[in-house]
């Protein structure tokens, strides 16, 4: 089966850096993406990795290992706005997106 | 670039009943991808179309079809309605292979009661 484990919940202080770890099993991987989610509105892209290494974006970064089937979304400078839900998503052969459980991020002052 | 839109934003329909949902894609988004996501859970791939062909599916029964359409619109149709399909279902559109990430919609609420 496909499957991506993910926390179901994390909870930080403003300012302060969070990591979500994220491992998968599936078939014809390609790469790992992570989506946030605001109150079941539209998830949003935030990177790709296709490689093994760390990509960065601003305050975010996320890093692929492929022989440990795992990766992680690192939020560093955590601000209140943050809070949302967090998946990682496998892309697949054919470019469909097995996404994880999610995480719940909450930030507090 | 005209984002993802989703219509309509709720629905509540009958058990048995027939529905479908309809999605307008980015501009020049030729793949289209719809997900239910029910609540506290992540997305779960129902179908993906490239050019108006279905070029993948997600464990769904055939109840669940879709169409894509020349102007990048498409519609998510579900038959014979049951009430665990109560969810949010998502389109998120791409240009090709979709690796810099899906655009997706808001979403529409459905409800079966």
């Known amino acids: 089966g496909q499957s991506l484990e993910q926390p179901s919940e994390v909870t930080a202080v403003e300012g302060a850096i969070v990591q979500i770890n994220c491992t998968y099993q599936t078939s014809g991987f390609y790469g790992l993406s992570w989506y946030q989610q605001h109150d079941g509105g539209a998830p949003t892209f935030l990177s790709y990795n296709g490689l093994d290494g760390l990509e960065e974006t601003g305050r975010f970064s996320s890093f692929l290992s492929r022989s440990d089937s795992y990766g992680y979304l690192l939020l560093q400078e955590l601000q209140m706005k943050d809070s949302a839900s967090y998946f990682c998503a496998a892309y697949n052969q054919g470019g469909k997106l097995i996404f994880g459980q999610g995480t719940e991020l909450s930030v507090k002052p | 670039e005209t984002g993802v839109t989703q219509s309509p934003t709720h629905l509540i329909k009958t058990r048995g009943q027939q529905v479908t949902l309809r999605c307008s894609s980015q501009s020049g988004h030729n793949t289209v991808s719809w997900y239910q996501q029910a609540l506290g859970q992540g997305p779960q791939f129902i179908f993906q179309?490239?050019?108006?062909?279905?070029?993948g599916r997600g464990n769904f029964p055939p109840r669940f079809s879709g169409l894509q359409f020349p102007n990048y619109s498409s519609e998510l149709n579900v038959n014979a309605l049951e009430l665990d399909d109560s969810a949010l279902y998502l389109c998120a559109s791409s240009l090709n292979t979709g690796a810099d990430g899906y655009t997706f919609g808001s979403g529409t609420r459905l409800t079966v009661v």
């Open positions: 179309y490239y050019r108006e062909e279905e070029n």
